[in-house]
């Protein structure tokens, strides 16, 4: 495999073979390492000194279902620390039969000088982005797609990235015409957009596959692998998952108490019932829109959707439960349609739609607009892009806007938007939000569903519990994996060995595999520590901790002594 | 005693997605499943006024009881 090294202040690409210490290393895991190794963890994480990084997983390019996702990371304008979201689409099965580990964009391009990366196959080059400066990543994917091939991939910043706004995020194009893809979270946008670029454009890997070590020990623990997503009850295609999508789980999150509303002051919202998982479905296909798409090739869950208004004509695809909850129950909106728009929206300037809903909620907290009041947040929104003051503010993410709207309310752990999850009702989640090397980040460990194992109302067992949780989210992240692809993995991690070994002949075992994930959190945790994050930064804001959630009337209580031992066994 | 009853998912069609449930006190979330006709294998979370319950959890007077198909967050 090989690297690509992209110097933004020269305005230069060359392939370098992969460092020793970083071969056995992929997406999150290499992000982390590389981060450690290379950038000076106190620099300006939208300085010339901070790094961009795009990475598939380990499994990337091999057709191993729900493996194609692609990891971007750097260090993030939010939390100061380690960030790595990923996406889905086809980049990561491009990069992946491409044999590149990683692409690391280093430098800076001087002011207004913008560029796309053009990646085909062997060769590369950086072009002048032309007449795609300034667009959302609608535009921008479909002139690019225009010039250098329907069949490619395109990686893209929307006007939020270009105005290096913290709650910009990355966005990946698919199969067939498919739009936005978001590694959204962290900030990740507005460091592409620091270095001066625009977009990656990946040319389709015709006729290219990667070296296997072990095609037969590799394709049988695959087929293995898929069976049982296929087989899983909340997965397959009678599943919750592929019926009704990530908003199968609106209606329990919010009879659990735990759903986000206006600005997350309760945790029930009283127009649940048009915002479920079955009501989508339903309006979704009577208005000839489709449920059960896949976001990446050969995905055997096919959890997205398009939605499409009453003239059939698309809104998104996919209208996703962390928007839902942070555009719509989180706002005080009741209309699947009204939430479909601020998510196009979002998707065009680029914008995380969970931090971006985060900052709304405040701003309207803060009298700038009315819970409900769909027009009045449109109007914010619309800011974003004409790049206005107030624009900007809520494109800098929920905690910019808390600190200059001057509200003390502010759903944020480690500098980072919370997700559709309020930590006072699923406390688990509110020990990852808190120690999450990546801050409030719901992939980072979802305790939602792990209801035998512990009481989400209660304290005990809740820091063991995000531990477990986050070593998972850790191995998911690094081998390209879905996060909805653990059950078969945690139920059998000798199939990821396999597969692994299948792909690469390491001769891995399940103690190696283990130790490996654990490894992925020791650095980040390493880097946030040289960042100069301490106990202080990995808290639940201070409001959660008095301010009683409707309909428990609960609070976060998990002691601060749990939170700053939540790693003490890893 | 009588508690409310609702159904989400692909639980709904095997019965009345909203109904109540007259049962002899005490009672548990099991004799509700059996009257209901229920699957129990195709219940993934079970709440009993919004608190994550079990089969063998007690139900108190008029109580609300969710049944959901298996789901997963993400």
Redesign the interface.
Known sequence: MKLLRVDMNQLQAHWEPVPATYERLGGRALIAKILLEEVPPACDALGPHNKLIFAPGLLGGVNVTTAGRLSAGGKSPLTRGVKEANAGGTAGDALGKLDIKAVVVEGQASSDNWHILHILGDSVELVPTGDVRGLGTYATSDRLQERFGTGSTVISIGQAGECCMGGAGICVTGEGGQRSNYAARGGLGAVMGSKGLKAVVIDKPVGRTATLADADLLRTAARTFAQKLIN????GT????H??G?A??V???N???SFPTRNFSDG?FEGMEKL???YLREVTLARGGEMGTRCMPGCVIACRNVYVDESKKPIVGTLQ?ETIALLGSNLGLDSLDEIALLNRMCNDFGLDTIETGAALGVAIEAGLAKFGDYESIRSMLAQVGEGTVLGRLIGNGAVATGRVLGIRRVPAAVGQGMPG?DPRSLKGNGVTYATSPQGAD??AG?A??A??EV???GVQGQKELSLKLQIIGAMLDSTGL???ARPPIIADPQLMVDMVNGRYGWGWTVEDYNRFNRNVLRNELEFNRRAGLTAADYRIPEFMCEEPLP??NATFDVPDSDLDTVFETL | MIISIELFGQLSPQSPRRQTLELASPARVQEAVGLLGLNPDEIGLITINGVQSEMQDSLPPDCRLCFFPYVTGG
């Open positions: 899983d009850p909340k997965l009678k599943g919750s998952q019926l009704y990530t199968s789980i209606a329990a999150v009879e659990m108490g029930n479920r998982g079955e439960y999850y719901h992939t979802n939602f569903g209801r035998k009481n989400p109302l879905c996060l909805f309909p428990h």
